[in-house]
T-cell receptor
Framework: DAGVIQSPRHEVTEMGQEVTLRCKPISGHDYLFWYRQTMMRGLELLIYFNNNVPIDDSGMPEDRFSAKMPNASFSTLKIQPSEPRDSAVYFC???FGSGGPQETQYFGPGTRLLVL | GDSVTQMEGPVTLSEEAFLTINCTYTATGYPSLFWYVQYPGEGLQLLLKATKADDKGSNKGFEATYRKETTSFHLEKGSVQVSDSAVYFCALTSILSNFGNEKLTFGTGTRLTIIP
């Protein structure tokens, strides 16, 4: 298996622009997670899905952030409009969690976002 | 809420030295405990885990024992190598209910550098 795939790997954009990050989870996994990593705040869970349904979005910082999972093999995280403080590395992870999300999560390589 | 406190870094050791990275936790419910490792430019990978008290997780020469009495899960390795240089994250999940909030909570990470 190719593992969790994220695109793009790097994104540089200007403040106010829309940014879309993409994730393809491991085939057969039923949980998908979006995380944000910054020096100041460490690794934060933004949202997670189970069987394509959002379960907990309490970590989404504000209404500028939205996430979708239209099918089992694809998810997007959108920021509109983007701000410099959104600059971070965004990770997607997936797991097969018959017992819940405590099952092993497999992380993608991350998207490094820089908002100027 | 649940939390994880990790030894602050960075930690620099010589090759073949003994490693300990401290991790303590606060949780309700019955947490599972994890160590994840992040190599430069990559996503996180599960290093080891323990799901109940007194369990010992081990992998690649690393070990950690789930100590409920001290709420700790310290990571150890007897002889580190240059290739162990990475950021190490302690994490926990706890099952509150079948459909409760079961997310991973990460520590802030400890950067380890091994010098030849």
């Amino acid at each position: 298996d190719a593992g969790v795939i994220q695109s793009p790997r790097h994104e540089v954009t200007e403040m106010g622009q829309e940014v879309t990050l993409r994730c393809k989870p491991i085939s057969g996994h039923d949980y998908l997670f979006w995380y944000r990593q910054t020096m100041m705040r460490g690794l934060e869970l933004l949202i997670y899905f189970n069987n394509n349904v959002p379960i907990d979005d309490s970590g989404m910082p504000e209404d500028r952030f939205s996430a979708k999972m239209p099918n089992a093999s694809f998810s997007t995280l959108k920021i509109q409009p983007s701000e410099p403080r959104d600059s971070a590395v965004y990770f997607c992870a997936s797991s097969f969690g018959s017992g819940g999300p405590q099952e092993t999560q497999y992380f993608g390589p991350g998207t490094r976002l820089l908002v100027l | 809420g649940d939390s994880v406190t990790q030894m602050e870094g960075p930690v620099t050791l010589s090759e073949e030295a003994f490693l300990t990275i401290n991790c303590t936790y606060t949780a309700t419910g019955y947490p599972s405990l994890f160590w994840y490792v992040q190599y430069p430019g990559e996503g996180l990978q599960l290093l080891l885990k323990a799901t109940k008290a007194d369990d010992k997780g081990s992998n690649k020469g690393f070990e950690a024992t789930y100590r409920k009495e001290t709420t700790s899960f310290h990571l150890e390795k007897g002889s580190v190598q240059v290739s162990d240089s990475a950021v190490y994250f302690c994490a926990l999940t706890s099952i509150l209910s079948n459909f409760g909030n079961e997310k991973l909570t990460f520590g802030t990470g400890t950067r380890l550098t091994i010098i030849p």
